[in-house]
């Protein structure tokens, strides 16, 4: 059994920043890449940004410059600096996770939480 729990979203004024936090527990062998989706009302899921385990990121082109994903020292915490904050970020934010649950088989899995809401204001 594996849990992903986000927390840190929020209602923010245009300009402002929220960090968004998420740490996997349970049955993990290995946290692979892990990573922020968000979904706005009558959108499609989208990807925000990964991070792998070797700390390599990706972003979005509409975040860039602005979020910021980073690791946790344990490797089975991400979290995302969202600076700039504009009206088109407010979503529900996923984290997202690909894990190995066992010493003794390669494969992924993919984990994701509830979700947090980011409403940004105009």
């Known amino acids: 059994q594996v849990q992903l729990v986000e927390s840190g979203g929020g209602l923010v004024q245009a300009g402002g920043s929220l960090r968004l936090s998420c740490i996997a527990s349970?049955?993990?062998?290995?946290?692979?890449?892990m990573g922020w989706y968000r979904q706005a009302p009558g959108k499609q899921r989208e990807l925000v940004a990964t991070?792998?385990?070797?700390?390599?990121?990706n972003y979005v082109d509409s975040v860039m410059g602005r979020f910021t994903i980073s690791r946790g020292d344990a490797k089975n915490t991400v979290y995302l600096q969202m600076n700039s904050l504009k009206p088109e970020d407010t979503a529900v934010y996923y984290c997202?996770?690909?894990?190995?649950?066992?010493?003794?088989?390669?494969?992924?899995?993919?984990?994701w939480g509830q979700g947090t809401q980011v409403t940004v204001s105009s």
């Open positions: 991070i792998t385990d070797s700390s390599k990121s």
């Open positions: 997202n996770a690909r894990i190995r649950t066992t010493p003794w088989s390669s494969r992924l899995a993919d984990y």
């Open positions: 349970g049955s993990i062998f290995k946290v692979d890449t």
